[in-house]
T-cell receptor, first 118, second 110 residues
Framework: GAVVSQHPSRVICKSGTSVKIECRSL??????MFWYRQFPKQSLMLMAT?????????EQGVEKDKFLINHASLTLSTLTVASAHPEDSSFYIC??????????????FGPGTRLTVL | GENVEQHPSTLSVQEGDSAVIKCTYS??????FPWYKQELGKGPQLIID?????GEKKDQRIAVTLNKTAKHFSLHITETQPEDSAVYFC?????????FGTGTSLTVIP
């Protein structure tokens, strides 16, 4: 149980393109979803936290107009990188937490999305 | 805010030996401490966790210990196998906010 999927797993796009990444909790309802960014050989950097039906809370330094997060249902959150540029290239990972997991603060991670902007 | 430090950053062990990774945290309000294993190109996978009301937890070859007074917790892997090779992250959590360590790259040498 507690499976989180992400799609796509890998995307290569031209500079200026907007890219949407989907995060789904497959067997539980995720009241809260998190989006992280990870640079090579570094730890996870939290970008934003989203609760179903409400606006996302962004971490300091993360541009909310650049990284648009939507959490429209208890099983789906999307991250849209608007007008992506090469510096946005990174590994993006979502995680989900919910009461189904037996604990409100346990997070389960998706497999990640490798974004490369040319 | 919370600050989590993790050591060592790299660790090599012979197959069959034990591996220990240590983390310290700064905020005594943290009450949940998960450990994640991340293989190359994949997302982190929860392998074990412990809450502040427990001192030790074990799951087969993996164990976690917590010392609330000293604000440190450790991951212990016994009888290591090559498939244990990965990057391991600790985290300290309070009120659903996670603070991650910087990761330990574990290599198990056959």
């Amino acid at each position: 149980g507690a499976v989180v999927s992400q799609h796509p797993s890998r995307v290569i796009c031209k500079s200026g393109t907007s890219v949407k990444i989907e995060c789904r909790s497959l067997d539980f309802q995720a009241t809260t979803m998190f989006w992280y960014r990870q640079f090579p050989k570094q730890s996870l950097m939290l970008m934003a936290t989203s609760n179903e039906g409400s606006k996302a809370t962004y971490e300091q330094g993360v541009e909310k107009d650049k990284f648009l997060i939507n959490h429209a249902s208890l099983t789906l959150s999307t991250l849209t990188v608007a007008s992506a540029h090469p510096e946005d290239s990174s590994f993006y990972i979502c995680s989900a937490g919910g009461t189904w997991t037996g604990s409100t603060d346990t997070q389960y991670f998706g497999p990640g999305t490798r974004l490369t902007v040319l | 805010g919370e600050n989590v430090e993790q050591h060592p950053s790299t660790l090599s062990v012979q197959e069959g030996d034990s591996a220990v990774i240590k983390c310290t945290y700064s905020d005594s309000a943290s009450n949940y401490f998960p450990w994640y294993k991340q293989e190359l190109g994949k997302g982190p996978q929860l392998i074990i966790d412990i809450r502040s009301n427990v001192g030790e937890k074990k799951d087969q070859r993996i164990a976690v210990t917590l010392n609330k007074t000293a604000k440190h917790f450790s991951l212990h892997i016994t009888e290591t196998q090559p498939e244990d090779s990965a990057v391991y992250f600790c985290a300290a959590s309070m009120m659903n906010q996670f603070y991650f360590g910087t990761g330990t790259s574990l290599t198990v040498i056959p």
